[in-house]
């Protein structure tokens, strides 16, 4: 099979771009082409030219984002539809990563169909694994693939009979919805190839920085009610082995030349003993690599700090979320201020940088709840922040609060809502002004790049 796995737009709709490599599609489309498929993974919101937005373009890109979304002559679908055209797939798969995408995905599909009606459309990603019928209803997309998705793609593209593949879900001859047995979680991910950069269909500028996107383990425990992780990972996590990892480290470096890393794991600190294992093989195999993960509160002492520090680790990203116990507690992060505290204080005793994740207007929090935590940001004083507005995104707990308190969106809504949005909120308190309030805290040391 010919196959070609689609990344929609989301950054390009804002007026910027992400050149980063996305490793879903990535392992899927290495785990195709070691079964001999011929494939690519084609990233649209990849360009040479542009920049990466910083937080406040994202804040201010729903312009752009609507004024492209309703034109169906603009370049950007145009250049999809005639790359789409010059490959020729057999199976087109698109990964739908998160909710304001959606759209994106579906507008291509129908692009793609009225060019070729008989190329199979397949969507896959978290957004369709926690809302596969809204998707699905979608005339122009054919099959809907449910979690992980590289074996679920093998199986489709050996031609299994699609009644027989776990994971998969289809409309079935007159038009109604089919949703198989769930694809159990893959239990060795180390059995997964590593992601190859010539698999990327467009050539990644500068990849030794775009290119070091890597995840040593798959889920997360937490049941932070933001996140839609639990209806995802059913509060399980999966992990690489250290010496996997390390070979993966190893080999990208000698393949590719590549030396920084982002570890996308959810938590990347929460087994302690691993992570000082990891660390120590990235020193004892004298990998002179830096990198920055993302972390949780708990997950820190000053032996794991010091490990980290010394495998080159620059920063860490920590989900400190809100600087009101009331409002931890609700969101169900399990920490409190104090130990928020205490956690950024090694850290910097460690003399590692930080990004906050900040996420206000969550239901019920008031004004002054809000500024609480503008306060805490600014004792804590972190090297960047990442800011967000609480939406309640399909899967995630906070959707079924907003529904039991008869907080209702259109379809249109949640297809253009994200966490960085002014145009849909749940609080009434939240406003142009308190978002740039917050923004102008970052802005003190200049914006960081987005990711």
């Known amino acids: 099979m010919k196959i070609l796995l689609i990344i929609p737009p989301f950054y390009r709709l804002l007026g910027g771009r992400n050149n980063w490599v996305n490793l879903g599609p990535a392992y899927i489309a290495s785990l195709l082409a070691k079964h001999g498929h011929e494939v690519k993974v084609y990233n649209t919101d ?19 984002y609507t004024s492209i979304m309703a034109d169906n002559n603009h370049p950007l679908w145009k250049e999809i539809l005639d790359t789409v055209k010059a490959y020729k797939p057999d199976i087109i798969g698109m990964s739908i990563n998160f909710t304001m995408i959606a759209k994106a995905a579906c507008k291509i599909a129908e692009i793609i169909k009225q060019w070729n009606p008989k190329v199979k459309i397949v969507a896959g990603g978290p957004h369709v694994t926690v809302a596969p019928q809204d998707i699905l209803k979608d005339e122009n997309i054919d099959l809907i693939v449910r979690n992980e998705g590289e074996y679920t793609m093998l199986e489709l593209a050996a031609g299994k009979d699609v009644r027989t593949i776990q994971g998969l ?35 990644i500028p500068n990849h030794e920085n775009n290119f070091g996107v890597m995840a040593t383990s798959r889920g997360c425990p937490f049941k932070c009610i933001f996140c839609a992780s639990p209806s995802i990972w059913k509060n399980k996590v999966r992990y690489r082995s250290v010496q996997n990892v390390i070979d993966e480290l190893k080999w990208r470096y000698n393949e590719y030349g590549i030396k920084k890393y982002y570890f996308s794991d959810d938590n990347f600190n929460l087994d302690k003993k691993r992570t000082i294992q990891l660390c120590r093989e990235i020193v004892n195999n004298k990998l002179d690599i830096e990198w920055i993960c993302e972390a949780q509160t708990k ?34 992060k399990g920490t409190t201020k104090k130990e928020i505290r205490e956690a950024v204080k090694l850290i910097k005793e460690v003399d590692i940088d930080l990004t906050a994740y900040i996420l206000i207007g969550m ?19 972190p090297e960047y922040i990442s800011l967000s507005v609480a939406s309640p995104q399909y899967g995630t707990e906070l959707f079924e609060m907003m529904q039991k308190m008869n907080i209702n969106f ?20 939240i406003n142009e002004d308190i978002i740039k309030k917050f923004l102008q805290l970052d802005e003190r040391k200049g914006f960081s790049r987005t990711i």
Not at 46 to 64: A, P, S, T, Y
Not at 188 to 200: A, G
Not at 300 to 329: P, Q, W, Y
Not at 363 to 381: G, I
């Open 46 to 64: 990849q360009v040479d030219e542009g920049k990466d937005l910083n937080l406040r373009e994202v804040f201010e890109g729903n312009r752009i």
């Open 169 to 203: 879900s289809y409309k079935d001859n007159k038009g109604n919805l089919v949703h198989n047995k769930e694809r159990p979680l893959i239990k060795n991910l180390d059995e997964l190839p590593f992601p190859k950069l010539e698999l990327q269909l467009k050539k």
């Open 299 to 332: 997950g820190f002492t000053k032996e794991v700090l010091e490990a980290m520090k010394a495998a080159g680790c620059k920063r860490v990203k920590l989900g400190i979320e809100s600087g009101n116990d009331r409002i931890l507690k609700l969101m169900k």
């Open 363 to 381: 239901l019920t929090e008031t004004k002054a709840e809000m500024m609480e935590t503008y306060d805490f940001v600014k004792e804590l004083d």
């Open 410 to 429: 259109t379809k249109d809504d949640w297809l253009e809502h994200f966490h960085q949005s002014y145009s849909t909120v749940l609080n009434n308190e």
